[in-house]
Structure formats: structure tokens, C-alpha cells
């Protein structure tokens, strides 16, 4: 079973180290709230930051591009398919409206951006937002790209999973996470065709690959690596 540990960081502000039975090396990876480094057992917190340092200089440049940002009325999303924005309003509360082809929340017009409660209640209604989009955006794609490559699935789960764009069960229900809604289009299509690859092959084998190959164009693997490498900024 894993478990965790967190040092405090000038750089990262925290590292969360979390020892895990099956690791045999040190793998990190950052995220907007701080470094996160997996460890085989027993390994000693300074063994770990003597094993960070050398590639601290290249994590600290990636963490700066994915690091939290102040949300205030100056802040928009326009990816590929979801459009949000900030509205100074009369209203008291923080409300969530569809408007066209953009999701909007009103905001009170004297909000103090600073405080971290206000922070969290707006993050909370953008992910509102996030998840209002996805059920009426996501399911109809799915179920398109289903009927042209004759992959049925059983039903479709809208989730909030920030970890995991997608996964299939063995009873061919797939999960999309709302969060899909802030990749480029042709990475959502990825996505979509990778878990509907899985209601025929539910390992990553060989055979998995291959029928993936069959569906983006031998493109799998690419497209595979540019997800990993995508950062919402949000």
C-alpha cells in the first residue's frame, strides 16, 4: 500500500513523496500544487532530494508553466471547445450560466480575488461550469465515434477525476473526465477512441496498440505522448 509524505519547498512550495511496494526508481512529476515523486520503500528523504537536485533546474521551468494562477475578473478559458469568463455582477452569490457558446459566472463586482476561500468557491464553480459543459458535450461525441468505428460501449460517466482523462470497465462503461473539456479537439478524440479501444482489448498488450494504430492512423503513440505532456493551466 502507498503511503505519503510532505516536505515543505522554497521552489515547489511542497513535495509530496509517496512510497509505493512495486516502484524500483525515483519518478517525479509536477503539478500545480507542488512536486510529486513516487519512491520505492524505505528511501530516505534525503536520498530523495539528493536524487531531485540534479533535475530540479527542468522541473522548477515546468512547474512554472503549470503553477496555480490568481483567478480573478481578468481570467478566461478558450480552449478548442469550452469558452468561460468572469462577469462583474450585481448578484451576492457566484452563479453559472450558459450564454451561446460560453459558460459564464457571475461574480459579486466588489469580490476580494485575494482571500484563498474566494479562490476556492470560484474554482468550485469553474469546475461547475467544466462538468455542466461535458454532460451535454462529451456523451454525443462519444457515442459518435462509437457508431463510425462499430465499438459499442454499455453507458458514459461524466466524473471530476483530474488524474485520469478517461478509463473503461469490464462491463463496457466508460468515464470521461470533465477536465477533457480543456484539451485540443483532436486530443479529446484521442482519448475518446483510446477507451473505446479498451471495450475490446482492456489490457495495453500489443493487440490494444494495434487496433488504436487502426483508429487514429499509427498516430497512438504520438498522440499518446503530446496528452502526457498537455497541461490544462487550470
Known amino acids: 500500500m502507498a503511503t505519503q509524505r510532505i516536505l515543505a519547498d522554497e521552489d515547489f512550495g511542497r513535495i509530496v513523496i509517496r512510497t509505493r511496494r512495486t516502484a524500483r526508481n525515483i519518478s517525479m512529476r509536477v503539478r500545480p500544487e507542488g512536486l510529486y515523486v513516487v519512491v520505492p520503500p524505505f528511501s530516505r528523504a534525503d536520498k ?6 540534479p533535475f530540479r533546474p527542468r522541473l522548477l521551468e515546468s512547474f512554472r508553466k503549470v503553477a496555480v494562477r490568481l483567478i480573478d475578473f481578468n ?11 468572469l462577469v462583474p455582477s450585481r448578484l451576492r452569490c457566484f452563479t453559472v450560466k450558459e ?7 457571475y461574480c459579486p463586482a466588489d469580490t476580494d480575488f485575494g482571500r484563498d476561500e474566494v479562490q476556492k468557491l470560484v474554482r468550485n464553480a469553474i469546475v461547475r461550469a467544466l462538468k455542466r459543459r461535458a ?5 454525443p461525441l462519444l457515442a459518435a465515434w462509437s457508431a463510425r468505428c462499430g465499438l459499442p460501449y454499455r453507458k458514459v460517466r461524466i466524473t471530476g477525476a483530474r488524474t485520469r482523462w478517461g478509463s473503461c470497465t469490464a462491463t463496457r462503461t466508460i468515464s470521461l473526465s470533465c477536465y477533457l473539456m480543456l484539451v485540443p479537439a483532436h ?48
Not at 48 to 53: K, M, N, S, W
Not at 78 to 85: E, G, K, N, V
Not at 135 to 139: A, C, M, R
Not at 197 to 223: C, I, K, V, Y
Open 48 to 53: 530523495i532530494l539528493e536524487a531531485i537536485a
Open 75 to 85: 481570467f478566461s478559458i478558450q480552449a478548442d471547445c469550452f469558452r468561460l469568463s
Open 99 to 105: 450564454e451561446g457558446e460560453e459558460m459564464r459566472i
Open 135 to 139: 454532460e451535454s458535450f462529451l456523451p
Open 187 to 234: 486530443l479529446m478524440d484521442y482519448v475518446m477512441l483510446h477507451e473505446l479501444a479498451h471495450t475490446r482489448e482492456m489490457n495495453h498488450g500489443p493487440r490494444f496498440w494495434e487496433l488504436l494504430d487502426s483508429l487514429t492512423d499509427g498516430q497512438s503513440h504520438r498522440l499518446r505522448a503530446e496528452l502526457r505532456n498537455f497541461h490544462t493551466g487550470f
